[in-house]
Nanobody, 117 residues
Framework: QVQLVESGGGLVQPGGSLMLSCAASVRFFHINHMGWYRQLPGKQRALVARITPGGDTIYADSVKGRFTISRDNGKNLPSLQMNSLKPEDTGVYYC???????????WGQGTQVTVSS
């Protein structure tokens, strides 16, 4: 069974930074894209950032200029550097991998990010 596990979440003050990482129980030899979603309180899960093995990226407008997604091409897994964090970034962050087709095939269990003073 494929499992993704996020790490790096936690409590940070506004303006602070966190780095999220994603580990997998298997190695993905082929991947269409990978990245991060988040679920903010009272809202549906939404894309934060995604990256292809070739390095093409997409970001949600709300995080552009503050978050940077990168990938470990050897493992086909994403990381997310989050800077200038705001209270409205508070939520659960999920890494995903899309192996076939445009939609995520595998999800992590989520990691809580709380931005508060």
């Amino acid at each position: 069974q494929v499992q993704l596990v996020e790490s790096g979440g936690g409590l940070v003050q506004p303006g602070g930074s966190l780095m999220l990482s994603c580990a997998a129980s298997v190695r993905f030899f082929h991947i269409n894209h990978m990245g991060w979603y988040r679920q903010l309180p009272g809202k549906q899960r939404a894309l934060v950032a995604r990256i292809t093995p070739g390095g093409d990226t997409i970001y949600a407008d709300s995080v552009k200029g503050r978050f940077t997604i990168s990938r470990d091409n050897g493992k086909n897994l994403p990381s997310l550097q989050m800077n200038s964090l705001k209270p409205e970034d508070t939520g659960v962050y999920y890494c995903y991998a899309a192996i076939s087709g445009p939609l995520p095939n595998y999800w992590g269990q989520g990691t809580q990010v709380t931005v508060s003073s």
